[in-house]
T-cell receptor, first 117, second 114 residues
Framework: GAVVSQHPSWVICKSGTSVKIECRSL??????MFWYRQFPKQSLMLMAT?????????EQGVEKDKFLINHASLTLSTLTVTSAHPEDSSFYIC?????????????FGPGTRLTVT | AQSVSQHNHHVILSEAASLELGCNYS??????LFWYVQYPGQHLQLLLK????DPLVKGIKGFEAEFIKSKFSFNLRKPSVQWSDTAEYFC????????????WGLGTSLAVNP
């Protein structure tokens, strides 16, 4: 099946710094990728939809200047958490839609655990 | 607004017991329906999906789900659970438009005692 990777798998950073998380589709080209945030024991919260070659679409309440998304190629989308604060600590998950697969099916990355101290 | 409701937040079963996890959604249009599983320390995996056709769909590891359109439901079932089924289960709904984003339920935590 389709594989999506994320890097890094975990990261610790100091408050005020920025962190970049990469999401790659390894064996397919993904025109659309999704970024989620998951709090402990809770469901996934969609943050934004990343479209290759165009601006990301952010969900209501998500600060686009804080969570910068770049989908520069068909296999790579990045999420940059700018000026991170402890409340940004969370599990960030990306998914990618395989346009060659059945309609709508998404493949998920393993997630990135961000801890802001 | 679209929403997905999973009725059971925490379920504890003994091995060999039968499982049914409820999922209801609110959306009047055509939908695709999914069940995902997240094993401890692992990433989300697709259990099964419904797009069209036979409303009873079979997935991996002996799971199945039935789409009942009149009830807006997509309940997940397994006749006999195993300890290895201990995981978090998420129901998700996707409409035909709106960039096909998934709307997620809050999840059900299943613990199977050996």
């Amino acid at each position: 099946g389709a594989v999506v990777s994320q890097h890094p798998s975990w990261v610790i950073c100091k408050s005020g710094t920025s962190v970049k998380i990469e999401c790659r589709s390894l064996d397919f080209q993904a025109t659309t990728m999704f970024w989620y945030r998951q709090f402990p024991k809770q469901s996934l919260m969609l943050m934004a939809t990343s479209n290759e070659g165009s601006k990301a679409t952010y969900e209501q309440g998500v600060e686009k200047d804080k969570f910068l998304i770049n989908h520069a190629s068909l296999t790579l989308s990045t999420l940059t958490v700018t000026s991170a604060h402890p409340e940004d600590s969370s599990f960030y998950i990306c998914s990618a839609r395989d346009p060659g697969g059945r309609l709508g099916e998404q493949y998920f990355g393993p997630g990135t655990r961000l801890t802001v101290t | 607004a679209q929403s997905v409701s999973q009725h059971n937040h925490h379920v504890i079963l003994s091995e060999a017991a039968s499982l049914e996890l409820g999922c209801n959604y609110s959306y009047g249009g055509t939908v695709n329906l999914f069940w995902y599983v997240q094993y401890p320390g692992q990433h989300l995996q697709l259990l099964l999906k419904y797009f069209s056709g036979d409303p009873l769909v079979k997935g991996i590891k002996g799971f199945e789900a039935e789409f009942i359109k009149s009830k807006f439901s997509f309940n997940l079932r397994k006749p006999s659970v195993q300890w290895s089924d201990t995981a978090e289960y998420f129901c998700a709904v996707q409409n035909a438009g709106n960039n096909r984003k998934l709307i997620w339920g809050l999840g059900t935590s299943l613990a199977v005692n050996p």
